[in-house]
């Protein structure tokens, strides 16, 4: 058996998923930074910094550019959480 450490395609891969990983954590950063300045906005104008219909909107969006592998119910999960994330970090409020 190949030992993974000095497997070459095995670092390759590592290497490209560790690349991807950073992304994603740049990625929701952005997203985090964005909301935080639409929830301040909103704030100003008095309008509601929860937005079901948006929310459902969104979803729908991803869902008709996701391309797979991942499933819909994976692409629901991950999008549950990532907005679940995003209201405790824009709001300050700790999960339940």
Known sequence: MTDPASDPTVQRLRKEISEIDRAI???VNARLELVG???R??????IPF???DRERQLLDDVARA???PLS???LHEL???LLD???REVTGEESA
């Open 25 to 27: 954590v740049d990625a």
């Open 37 to 39: 300045r639409l929830k």
């Open 41 to 46: 906005y909103k704030e100003t104008q008095g």
């Open 50 to 52: 929860l937005d079901p």
């Open 66 to 68: 996701n391309r797979g």
């Open 72 to 74: 819909a119910d994976g």
């Open 79 to 81: 999008y549950a959480g």
């Open 85 to 87: 994330l995003t209201k």
